[in-house]
């Protein structure tokens, strides 16, 4: 089955520790997006890729790092920079060539920071 | 700023219509997604209209005013398994998706 796929669905961290969020599609979607979803809030972006080896911050990109070394492939590493990482991360995909940009969303990971 | 303006919370009957209103004020339109989102789960696309009037799909119809600023999800004959969060996201002149906070829709029996 085509899809998009994050593990894993539950991360507890120590905080100070760095930790990376693996997010993997197999619709040869072109674009890739990374979402944090805090209780009562809307989504927040932090990172987008249109393309492999390019990347572009979102509103929420500090404390956050990506890379793009395969169109399959977008992992978000949360970094001890970030002061508030416990939240809910959904990593969502584009199909090329679409009049509109619906987005195709992973089953998202809980981090939870302890 | 950009701004999307969504009910915190509506509880609506099973078997009854609900209307869920979403207001936006950002920089450019270029369309407006209705997704769904069950607890602890993740968003599914139900709609997107870009020009005025009702696009209906199923129990579900989505409306769209561009002049006001307005759109709403109508959804009809409420089954348990329509309790969800419903997102209204806004594509705006960057062709970036801004997101309102969701509307909780309680169904009782």
């Known amino acids: 089955d085509g899809g998009i796929t994050q593990s894993p669905k539950y991360l507890f961290r120590k905080e100070g520790q760095n930790v990376t969020l693996s997010c993997e599609q197999n619709l040869n979607h072109d674009a890739m997006y990374w979402y944090r979803q805090d209780p009562g809030q809307g989504l927040r972006l932090i990172y987008y890729s249109q393309i492999v080896n390019d990347f572009q911050k979102g509103d929420i990109a500090e404390g956050y790092s990506v890379s793009r070394e395969k169109k399959e492939s977008f992992p978000l590493t949360v970094t001890s920079a970030q002061k508030n990482p416990t939240a809910f991360y959904l990593c969502a995909s584009t199909p090329p060539g679409t009049s509109y940009y619906e987005q195709f969303f992973g089953p998202g990971t809980r981090l939870t920071v302890l | 700023g950009q701004n999307i303006d969504q009910p915190t919370e509506m509880t609506a009957t099973e078997g009854a219509i609900v209307q869920i209103n979403c207001t936006y004020q950002?920089?450019?339109?270029?369309?407006l997604f209705w997704y769904q989102q069950h607890a602890g789960e993740a968003p599914t696309f139900l709609s997107y209209n870009v020009l005025d009037g009702l696009e209906e799909k199923g129990r579900f119809s989505s409306f769209l005013s561009r002049s006001k600023g307005y759109s709403y999800l109508l959804l009809k004959e409420l089954q348990m398994k329509d309790s969800a969060s419903y997102l209204c996201?806004?594509?705006?002149?960057?062709?970036?998706?801004?997101w309102g906070a969701g509307t909780k829709l309680i169904i009782k029996p």
């Open positions: 950002t920089s450019g339109f270029n369309g």
């Open positions: 996201a806004v594509v705006d002149s960057n062709y970036q998706l801004i």
